[in-house]
T-cell receptor
Framework: GENVEQHPSTLSVQEGDSAVIKCTYSDSASNYFPWYKQELGKRPQLIID?????GEKKDQRIAVTLNKTAKHFSLHITETQPEDSAVYFCAASLDSSYKLIFGSGTRLLVRP | SQTIHQWPATLVQPVGSPLSLECTVE??????LYWYRQAAGRGLQLLFYSVGIGQISSEVPQNLSASRPQDRQFILSSKKLLLSDSGFYLC??????????FGPGTRLTVL
């Protein structure tokens, strides 16, 4: 089955710097890759997703890139702000599958 | 728009007591429904998913069970809680196999 590894487990950046979180997946058939942000005590919220027919997707300060050959995808946050501080989870699945496999999470701290 | 509700928001239960957590979705029909558990500071563990009324798939064998008595209602139950059942329980729905939309969660503490 699918396995998703996420790095780093914690990341501390200065406000205004960029942050990059990386995930690798094992099943080459996976074709859907969402990212979730979870603030302390709150529910995870979908912030961006990408499908395997696209190499990059942007939404304001966040972007996701996908390398199907290497089976890895990354979340990029530019011009980080303190409110970006949260735990971020990547995930992978096959569209027709109901098993969305999550990474172990990255705790991002943006220092003012 | 779609809305997902969970209750209760918090729950403290003694070991060996029963459990019933409820989740309902509004604004969509025939959603896929999921129960996840998140231990403190940890990732998301899929417990059950359902693609229709009465259709439940279990991902992790344990003392929990799930039921879907109505199209937009999903219930998580246990006959006897264990200490290890403590955690943050999240219900989620999806339109097909894509991204999950999570409910507000139930924080369960088993003492």
């Amino acid at each position: 089955g699918e396995n998703v590894e996420q790095h780093p487990s914690t990341l501390s950046v200065q406000e205004g710097d960029s942050a990059v979180i990386k995930c690798t997946y094992s099943d080459s058939a996976s074709n859907y890759f969402p990212w979730y942000k979870q603030e302390l005590g709150k529910r995870p919220q979908l912030i961006i997703d990408i499908r395997s027919n696209v190499g990059e997707k942007k939404d304001q300060r966040i972007a996701v890139t996908l390398n199907k050959t290497a089976k890895h995808f990354s979340l990029h946050i530019t011009e980080t702000q303190p409110e970006d501080s949260a735990v971020y989870f990547c995930a992978a699945s096959l569209d027709s599958s109901y098993k969305l496999i999550f990474g172990s999470g990255t705790r991002l701290l943006v220092r003012p | 728009s779609q809305t997902i509700h969970q209750w209760p928001a918090t729950l403290v239960q003694p070991v060996g007591s029963p459990l019933s957590l409820e989740c309902t979705v509004e604004g969509t029909s025939n959603p896929n429904l999921y129960w996840y558990r998140q231990a403190a500071g940890r990732g998301l563990q899929l417990l059950f998913y359902s693609v229709g009324i009465g259709q439940i798939s279990s991902e992790v064998p344990q003392n929990l069970s799930a039921s879907r008595p109505q199209d937009r209602q999903f219930i998580l139950s246990s006959k006897k809680l264990l200490l290890s059942d403590s955690g943050f329980y999240l219900c989620a729905w999806s339109p097909g196999g894509e991204g999950r939309y999570f409910g507000p969660g139930t924080r369960l503490t088993v003492l």
